[in-house]
């Protein structure tokens, strides 16, 4: 009777504790599927800060929790990057600028990881800007979303 409650015990404490089987692999990681999309989130906010939405521009950012690194500084997050960005480049092109993302190169460091590397220049009537972004990429609910945004800027100086 002792072996039969012992042999139930050991059977169930088995099942307990044995991992669920499921008939479902998951999918595959395709780096220039992953590449492709992290690419795609650099153009929809290159097209919507060029049209003068700084919403549309943040939606690349994870938020809350992105962390904003410019000048020495860094910033207070999402919303105030957001904040920066319509004080400081205002409502009209002229004041705004075109930007340019270019030259990006791409580093997978896990799965849901990825460094981006790239320059960028923001042309418009005074202090015309470029410089390099780093970016650390991290796919939240399966988006690719920026999670730390570190800028190396320098104004251009035309004769």
Do not use: C
């Not at 002792?2 to 015990?9: A, E, K, P, Q």
């Not at 400081?88 to 799965?111: C, D, I, K, Q």
């Amino acid at each position: 009777m002792i072996r039969g409650v012992v042999t139930s015990l050991l059977a169930a404490a088995m099942l307990a504790f044995a991992a669920p089987v499921s008939s479902q692999t998951p999918p595959a990681f395709d780096e220039a599927t992953e590449r492709a999309a992290i690419f795609l989130v650099i153009s929809d906010m290159q097209a919507a800060w060029n049209r003068g939405d700084y919403r549309g521009y943040m939606q690349g950012f994870r938020n809350p929790g992105a962390v904003f690194v410019s000048g020495g500084r860094i910033k207070d997050g999402w919303q105030g990057a957001l904040d920066d960005y319509i004080r400081n480049y205002g409502p009209v092109p002229e004041t705004r600028g075109s930007l340019t993302f270019s030259n990006m190169t791409v580093e997978f460091l896990a799965p849901d990881a990825a460094q981006l590397i790239g320059r960028y220049t923001l042309e418009r009537p005074e202090r015309p800007m470029e410089g390099i972004n780093t970016r650390l990429f991290r796919k939240v609910d399966g988006q690719w979303v920026i999670a730390l945004n570190h800028v190396s800027a320098y104004e251009v100086v035309r004769p």
